[in-house]
């Protein structure tokens, strides 16, 4: 089984400041994509990084693939309350659909 | 196509009872998803379809669960014989290929 962890569990910031999220294997991944998920609804795809050492932006938010492709990042700029909600990351598995890690909760207070 | 529907939103079933879920995904979508999400987890893999092909199925999914596909446009999950392990949030999601997934809202089931 190819396992995705994720770090830290919970986090809790100040409108404005600045976060680090990871997701971590011992197995490579082709690919690994990032989701956000509010509560009562499903996730919702934020980004797919494919590349060794990517890195991709979306406004506030940054994304980096690890060179060896065992690893992922997410980094979000100036946190805003909007921002809050369940990250998760996301990898294919030998069959034909994604395992999911447990995710990061955040919450961003105003 | 307003993205993948899933009915109903929440469901509050008796122990023992049956369930029925219901999830259309986007129209030109030909992969279909379900997962089962618990508090605090991430989603769990429980079936794929292709088209109306069942092609994987997660050992999850006892044999009190069924999910179906019947014109490769619409799926239903049942759960038989309810019990209280099975209150979870139902995830249907669907793809074009291997693409990233486009989930729906959910099914949030409360076995009491």
């Known amino acids: 089984t190819q396992l995705l962890e994720q770090s830290p569990q919970f986090l809790s910031i100040q409108e404005g400041e600045n976060l680090t999220v990871y997701c971590n294997s011992s197995?490579?991944?082709?690919?690994l994509q990032w989701y956000r998920q509010e509560p009562g609804e499903g996730p919702v795809l934020l980004v797919t990084?494919?590349?060794?050492?990517e890195v991709k932006k979306l406004k506030r938010l940054t994304f980096q693939f690890g060179d060896a492709r065992k690893d992922s990042s997410l980094h979000i700029t100036a946190a805003q309350p909007g921002d809050t909600g369940l990250y998760l990351c996301?990898?294919?598995?030998?069959?034909?659909?994604?395992?999911f890690g447990t995710g990061t909760s955040l919450t961003v207070i105003p | 196509d307003t993205g993948v529907s899933q009915d109903p939103r929440h469901k509050i079933t008796k122990r023992g009872q049956n369930v029925t879920f219901r999830c259309d995904p986007i129209?030109?979508?030909?992969?279909l998803y379900w997962y089962r999400q618990t508090l605090g987890q991430g989603p769990e893999f429980l079936t794929y379809?292709?088209?109306?092909?069942?092609?994987?199925k997660s050992r999850l999914l006892s044999d009190r669960f069924s999910a179906e596909r019947p014109k490769g446009s619409f799926s239903t999950l049942e759960i038989q014989r309810t019990e209280q392990g099975d209150s979870a949030m139902y995830l249907c999601?669907?793809?074009?290929?291997?693409?990233?997934?486009?989930f729906g809202s959910g099914t949030r089931l409360t076995v009491v």
């Open positions: 129209s030109e979508h030909n992969r």
């Open positions: 996301a990898g294919p598995t030998t069959g034909n659909q994604f395992y």
């Open positions: 197995s490579v991944f082709s690919s």
């Open positions: 379809f292709q088209n109306e092909a069942q092609l994987e």
């Open positions: 990084v494919v590349t060794g050492g």
């Open positions: 999601a669907s793809s074009l290929g291997g693409g990233g997934y486009t």
